[in-house]
Structures are given as C-alpha cells and as structure tokens.
C-alpha cells in the first residue's frame, strides 16, 4: 500500500516562513491535499493540488510538488500563532485518502 | 464546501456497551466515509458508507464491530460495538464533494470517544 511520511514536528517564530515536507510512493495520486487540525478540532482542509501542476499559491500557502522524487511540501509565509495546529498531507488514491503521519508545527511569539 | 455535523460531539463509554455516532450533512452527497484518529496517530479509513447498500470495509474493521447505516444521501450512522478502552479514539466523518476543478474530500468535527 501507499506509505506517506512527514517529519514529526516543526517549530518556528511568529513571521518566519514554515515549510512542512511530504514523501509518498505511490506516484498514481490524482490529487494531493493539505490538512490542518486545530487542538481538540476536526481536519480543516487548506489547499490541494493537482498530479500534473508543479505549484499552486494560494495566499500565504504555496505548495510544491516534485513528482519525480515524491515529494510535497507545503510552504506557510508570515507564520502566526494561529497556525499551530498538527498538519497532515494527503494523496488520493483508488477512491480514497491516503493521510501521512502529520507534522506538529509550533509558533512561537 | 459541505457542512458536516457530528453527534455527540464526545462521550465517555463503558466497556461492553455500543455508541452510535451520527453524521449529517447539508447537501446530498455520493460518498460518504468513516475514520478512526487513534491518540496522536493519523487518520484511518475505516469504511465506505453507501447508500442503498451495505458499506465497504477496509482491511482490520469488520462489520460487527463497525455496523454502519447510509439511510439517505445526507445522513449516516457509526457504531462501535462491545467497545474496548482500545477503541478510545476520534471518529470522523467524511464526504467527497467538488469544488471547482476537482474532487475535494471534507471532514466533520469528529466524536471524541474514551472507554473506560
């Protein structure tokens, strides 16, 4: 089946800009989505992409895909104390999400 | 984007009994979807809900434990039979839905379960 990594957690100052990668194996996946989950909240989703775009901005979110290492990442500029939440990507396979294994991302004052 | 409600929103359960989580949703709705969030873990499908048939499970969730009803195209139930303090968990509910240029897959706020 699909394995989708991310690194456990990321910790940054309030206006620095965030980057939380992605690896996957399964090169198949129309759709590659981002997921943020707030303390004590459900799954909010923050922005997708499709296989065959490289890059989508949206805002202060850019997300990155390199198809041929298997990589997404999500870029998050002028990071707030807001965006502390767990965030999780996604790739879409035979008729279902595939989620990785989330990123803590902490923003300090 | 669709609405997804979730009840109850959290519970405290005893070992043994059973608790049916319900999901609606503010627009009809083709596939709808049920998760499991184990504590700090990510997210696992546990079922496809569909309507007008009996759901699909995926591999390690069986219909005994997991009945799920699909009634309509906005509305379906999950329950957690016999529970067991390993079914502590959150339980999300899921619906597909498009949003423009592509399938786009929304969550509810999710049913925060501990058996004790």
């Known amino acids: 089946g699909e394995d989708v990594e991310q690194s456990l957690f990321l910790s940054v100052r309030e206006g620095d800009s965030s980057v939380i990668n992605c690896t996957y194996t399964?090169?198949?996946?129309?759709?590659l989505y981002w997921y943020k989950q707030e303390p004590g909240a459900g799954l909010q989703l923050l922005t997708y992409?499709?296989?065959?775009?490289d890059m989508k901005q949206d805002q202060r979110l850019t997300v990155l895909l390199n198809k041929k290492d298997k990589h997404l990442s999500l870029r998050i500029a002028d990071t707030q104390t807001g965006d502390s939440a767990i965030y999780f990507c996604?790739?879409?396979?035979?008729?279902?999400?595939?989620f990785g294994t989330g990123t803590r991302l902490l923003v300090s004052p | 984007s669709a609405v997804i409600s979730q009840k109850p929103s959290r519970d405290i359960c005893q070992r043994g009994t059973s608790l049916t989580i319900q999901c609606q949703v503010d627009?009809?709705?083709?596939?709808m979807f049920w998760y499991r969030q184990q504590p700090g873990q990510s997210l696992t499908l546990i079922a496809t809900?569909?309507?007008?048939?009996?759901?699909?499970?995926e591999s390690g969730f069986v219909i005994d434990k997991f009945p799920i009803s699909r009634p309509n195209l906005t509305f379906s139930t999950l329950t957690v039979s016999n529970m067991s303090p390993e079914d502590s968990s959150i339980y999300l509910c899921?619906?597909?839905?498009?949003?423009?240029?592509?399938?786009?897959?929304?969550f509810g706020p999710g049913t925060r379960l501990l058996v004790l």
């Open positions: 996604a790739l879409k396979g035979f008729q279902k999400l595939v």
């Open positions: 627009s009809q709705v083709t596939m």
């Open positions: 399964d090169s198949s996946s129309t759709y």
């Open positions: 809900a569909n309507q007008g048939s009996e759901a699909t499970y």
């Open positions: 899921s619906v597909e839905g498009t949003s423009g240029i592509g399938e786009t897959q929304y």
């Open positions: 992409i499709f296989s065959n775009m």
